[in-house]
Nanobody
């Protein structure tokens, strides 16, 4: 089991950028033990939705967020990032980091990619709030 801790959330104006981070205080290598990691977000009254995920060799994004959000992992810092650019009020949500103890992929239309399914992730952080004002 791993305790994931998100940070970097806050309040910004529309059009600005923000980077959220996810790491652990435990002595383990996230990249090795949890090769699939992702970001999800949730607003009150709605289901948690996928934002982006990565495996050692690939990344995947929710269709509506491609081009504005970038997921990355700094192995040396044992940290997962989500860079969010040109933020919009609709991006306001609690952002959650998630980890899977294995390589989790899904396939669609003959293409396989890092999973964006919540059920494929084993551990979750407590979330960090992102608020975007117009």
């Amino acid at each position: 089991q791993v305790r994931l801790v998100e940070s970097g959330g806050g309040s910004v104006q529309a059009g600005e950028s923000l980077r959220v981070s996810c790491t652990t205080s435990e002595k383990l290598n996230l990249a090795v033990e949890y090769p699939t990691m992702g970001w999800f977000r949730q607003v009150p009254g709605a289901e948690r939705e996928a934002v982006a995920s990565l495996t050692p060799s690939n990344t995947e994004y929710a269709d509506s967020l491609k081009g504005r959000f970038t997921i990355s992992r700094d192995v040396a810092k044992n940290t997962l990032y989500l860079q969010m650019n040109d933020l919009k009020p609709d991006d306001s949500a609690v952002y959650y980091c998630a980890a899977a103890a294995g390589v989790r992929t899904q396939c669609r239309g003959g293409r396989c990619f890092p999973s964006l399914r919540r059920v494929d992730f084993d551990y979750w952080g407590q979330g960090t709030q992102v608020t975007v004002s117009s």
